[in-house]
């Protein structure tokens, strides 16, 4: 059956139409797999299969045996850079341009939705799956996984934004429980999402393994329904992650759409059970079908049959993309090197790099380009190379024949380049690392190598941060990430200078895992996890106890230089409805062209919450050559300034004066400025007989009410710091400071409780009606 082209434009009635016609059984049919990565056929009804691959960073789709975990062989295909490689590029424009092109193989081999982007937090360095997630930051996350999703769906095939919700570890994640308070859930966890999908409407939301706050997120209407649905509006399908669904009657309910994989019928005829006995409404069968079935005919009615899986363009396009990932994190004077150097490229990764992630994202990649393959097969003439293993770390056993002859091939070169990092064995899908260290063979290489080599750099293949314990014997450290299929030319291009190096790391790196705020809840007891470092992930807390750490989040050097200045914005002052303008320029100073990642964080000079020192508001990344200035302009709106209240359970700007910072990184503000911003809505506030003087003073009105109260009261008399009269010794006992706090700080039930009687509980119970009708 076909509907209206434009599925979006399709009119209720031929939907209508169509699961009328459906019985009971292949509507329950319809919301779990025919198998691994296929939604069931309707034959009768001319209803057609789909199908669904991974993943968020290149093809994995499996003609055969299927599975989720990477077991079995997938069709070759490219991998692009992983998530933690994108983050670091601060481009929404690649990562869109990116999306596209796997949105066109998609559309080649008969893929309706790719399983991506996964946007969970980083909360801590230990996560296993770290490697495929953007960011510890939630608006740059989300940020990415819009363009992301805007590119794959301009080829009109879906995305599925996951793991939703508070998914942050390997470690019994299909059992835990992440416990979040509310604020951290919407400012941290639920951000990372919600611009996603609001803004760029994922045609899918994958839910996650886990509970939140002891509900599993299948079963959690709450999040699927009253959030997902309700108030961003999402109208597509929820599908499960792999083997997610607890109780397919319970997870229908709250609004888990299509279980996958094939459950063997057994899920399919629970749904029929319960609609026969009336435990399921079938009303509430029908709207998931619908879900389903408009996202299916979205795709099948706008395949595109001339679409080709171009491999060698698109291995190209995966090394334009890891051109702008790689950080360069230290560089004293040793790059960029020079074609006439004699190089020592020393490790196991120069041969064979480590590129991506094991698990259900792992890609079977039909070319992988290494350092020394890019240049044997490009730069064989043009550059002096001498290469030494160094080391194997197939096991963390330091192989001292191997260090020997590393060692003595860096002593004869004029530079070393050393290509470590963490092994598959370190940090994958499945687990979670237990340590922030690289392998011992590897740091033992390093400490030995600089003994004999004074300019050495490190390149490094990891996807989370790592302790660098050699870090001040080293002149020059390049962060690779896990930087897709063709890493190995971008790293090589870094290196003399072909690519000037743009990425900026989109997580800290902290000096040493203990300094990790989750670091002493991470993992949790049992099936219990508890969030207590609350919103403070990553530079949040770094940044607001001013801490020291090994690299800053949006951190990142560059071959050249630039400047800022020129900072302007539309107003000095405006209520939290207005919009901002905010507008700098910024010039490059060097010599070689290059692109520059401009950061504008916001940040409360006075507030009476808790909150982050900065936070991330916008970004952007622009293009310079030498000498050439540009005009970067950004608009803020209220949620720039704005946390969220648990009382009114909405954002809300307290009024005051907020610092706009344009940095480089988190640690390095370049230009500052200040704007008064006033709220147009006020907190609800009841009066008790428990709330502090203090909190009632802040209207002049309240305070001359509860003056009378207090009139002849000889106790309060001698807290008066206008009236009480002061000998020296009583000067030394009590000092103003002592009496100011002593009366902001005590409840207004102490006026009866030190009146000797003369104010009752009922006049103080007048008061505080009296009060509350000034603070309504």
Request: glycine share 8%; with cysteine; hydrophobic share 35%.
């Amino acid at each position: 059956m076909e509907l209206t082209k434009n599925v979006e434009q399709a009119t209720q009635s031929e939907l209508d139409e169509l699961i009328s016609k459906m019985t009971l059984e292949e509507k329950a049919g319809l919301c779990s797999g025919a198998d691994f990565w296929h939604t069931k056929k309707v034959e009768r009804l001319g209803i057609p299969d789909t199908m669904v691959s991974d993943g968020p960073h290149g093809l994995r789709k499996q003609d055969l045996e299927g599975d989720h975990l990477g077991i079995n062989d997938s069709i070759k295909a490219v991998c692009f850079p992983t998530g933690s490689a994108l983050g670091s590029s601060f481009n929404r424009e690649l990562i869109e341009s990116m999306g596209k092109t796997i949105g066109n193989e998609c559309q080649a081999v008969g893929v309706s939705v790719v399983l991506g982007p996964a946007v969970n937090i980083k909360r801590s360095p230990l996560c296993g799956r770290n490697f495929e997630y953007y960011s510890e930051d939630p608006y740059l996350a989300t940020e990415l996984a819009g363009a992301f999703i805007d590119g794959v769906q301009s080829k009109n095939v879906g995305t599925s934004i996951k793991h939703f919700l508070a998914n942050n570890q390997e470690t019994r994640r299909m059992s835990s429980s992440s416990e979040i308070d509310e604020r951290t859930l919407n400012e941290i966890y639920l951000a990372a999402f919600e611009g996603a999908i609001k803004d760029h409407k994922p045609w899918t939301v994958m839910c996650s393994y886990n509970r939140v706050n002891g509900v599993y997120s299948a079963q959690n209407r709450k999040y699927l329904v009253e959030i997902l649905r309700n108030k961003w509006n999402f109208t597509g399908y929820v599908v499960s992650d792999w083997g997610a669904v607890n109780n397919r009657v319970l997870d229908l309910k709250a609004g888990l759409d299509l279980e996958m994989p094939s459950s063997g019928g057994i899920g399919d005829s629970e749904i029929v059970e319960a609609v026969k006995s009336g435990e399921l409404e079938e009303s509430v069968l029908n709207e998931a079908v619908r879900h389903i079935l408009e996202v299916e005919y979205r795709y099948l009615n706008n395949q595109d049959k001339t679409a080709v899986f171009d491999m060698e363009k698109d291995h190209e396009k995966a090394r334009q993309v890891a051109n702008e990932t790689i950080v360069l994190l230290k560089n004293e004077g040793v790059l960029p090197l020079a074609a006439s150097d004699q190089v020592a490229f020393i490790g196991k990764y120069a041969k064979k790099p480590r590129y991506q992630g094991g698990g259900s994202s792992h890609i079977n990649s039909f070319k992988i380009t290494s350092a020394l393959s890019y240049i044997e097969e490009n730069k064989k003439d043009e550059l002096h190379i001498v290469y030494a293993q160094g080391f194997d770390d197939q096991e963390d056993k330091i192989d001292e024949n191997m260090v020997k002859e590393a060692v003595e091939t860096a002593k004869n070169a004029k530079v070393a380049v050393i290509f470590a990092g963490l092994p598959d064995s370190f940090e994958s899908e499945g687990f979670d690392r237990v340590h922030m260290k690289m392998p011992q063979c590897q740091n033992y290489l390093i400490e030995e190598v600089t003994k004999v080599q004074p300019n050495t750099i490190v390149v490094l293949h990891n996807g989370s941060p790592v302790e660098m314990p050699w870090i001040n014997q080293v002149k020059g450290v390049i962060e690779a990430y896990l930087g897709g299929q063709s890493i190995g030319a971008s790293v090589v291009d870094v290196l003399y200078g072909a690519v000037n190096p743009s990425g900026r790391l989109a997580e800290t790196f902290p000096l040493k895992l203990e300094d990790n705020p989750s670091y002493l809840y991470y993992i949790g007891e049992g099936d219990k996890v508890e969030y207590k470092e609350g919103i403070f992930v990553g530079y949040r807390y770094y940044d607001t106890k001013k801490m020291n750490v090994q690299f800053p989040f949006g951190y990142g050097l560059s071959y050249t230089t630039f400047e800022y200045s020129n900072l302007k914005t539309d107003k000095e002052s405006m209520l939290d409805t207005d919009k901002l303008t905010v507008s700098m320029d910024v010039t490059n100073t060097g010599n070689m062209a290059g692109k520059e990642v401009v950061q504008l964080y916001v940040g409360k000079k006075e507030s009476k919450v808790i909150r982050p020192a900065k936070e991330l508001r916008k970004f952007t990344k622009i293009n310079l050559e030498p000498g050439e200035t540009k005009t970067v302009t950004f608009q803020l709106e209220k949620r720039a300034f704005a946390y969220y209240d648990v009382k009114i359970k909405d954002w809300y700007v307290e009024s005051g004066e907020y610092d706009i910072m344009i940095g480089k990184n988190v640690t390095d503000i370049v230009l500052n400025k200040t704007v008064t911003v006033s709220s147009t809505s006020k907190l609800p506030m009841t009066i008790t007989t428990d709330t502090t003087f203090g909190d009632v003073y802040v209207k002049e009105e309240a305070k001359q009410l509860i003056g009378k109260y207090l009139a002849g009261n000889a106790f309060f008399k001698l807290l008066d710091t206008e009236e009480a009269e002061e000998s020296d010794a009583a000067a030394e006992a009590i000092s103003k400071d002592m009496q100011i706090a002593m009366m902001n700080y005590m409840p207004i039930r102490s006026i009866r409780d030190y009146s000797n009687g003369t104010v009752t509980t009922k006049d103080l119970n007048e008061l505080v009606e009296k009060l509350n009708q000034i603070y309504k």
